[in-house]
């Protein structure tokens, strides 16, 4: 009889090799729509952002992402030559631009990720409310732990 201790590490060592795995499968994700969209990761990055939070200021998209201005300025023309945002200035101060998301990227987000959404949704319907609470707590720790080493390694450099 396996005792709760060794049962506990073997499924310990079981979910460290499937969250890797999980994040290997979400990149080929963003790999096929980056591909499909014609962009890259960094715009693809970006793009989801925007499509996420609305119109964001380009300083606060480089700061969320991690680029530089001069990097994030190429990333936006490039994105927007795709069709995929346009800068627009913000109503408060007509000095700072914003950057939103047009109708082809919205279009274009819905072909990709809408599918993925609903099969996401009808996934974690066979879930209890437990189970349900169990994985909300666990991704927010785990996103906390992600962004601790994220700013930890960036500090390397």
């Known amino acids: 009889m396996i005792n709760q201790s060794s049962k506990r590490q073997a499924l310990i060592a079981v979910l460290s ?11 080929a994700v963003d790999e096929a ?7 890259n990761q960094t715009d693809l990055r970006c793009l989801g952002i ?3 939070r609305g119109p964001i200021s380009a ?10 201005r001069a990097a994030m ?3 936006l023309d490039r994105l927007e030559k795709a069709g995929f945002t346009w800068r627009i200035h913000d109503v408060r101060d007509r000095r700072s ?12 987000a819905r072909e990709i990720w809408e599918p993925i959404r609903l099969d996401g949704l009808e996934f974690l319907e ?3 409310i437990e189970d349900l609470e169990l994985l909300n707590r666990f ?16 500090k390397l450099t």
């Open 97 to 108: 631009i914003k950057v939103e998301a047009t109708l082809k990227a919205r279009d274009a």
């Open 17 to 27: 090799a499937l969250i890797p795995a999980a994040q290997t499968e979400t990149h």
């Open 126 to 128: 066979k879930y209890s």
């Open 33 to 39: 729509a980056a591909k499909r969209l014609r962009i």
């Open 139 to 154: 991704f927010e720790e785990y996103s906390a732990l992600q962004r601790t080493h994220a700013q930890r390694i960036q």
């Open 50 to 52: 925007i499509l996420d």
């Open 73 to 75: 300025t190429t990333a």
């Open 59 to 68: 300083s606060k998209l480089a700061e969320t992402v991690g680029l530089t």
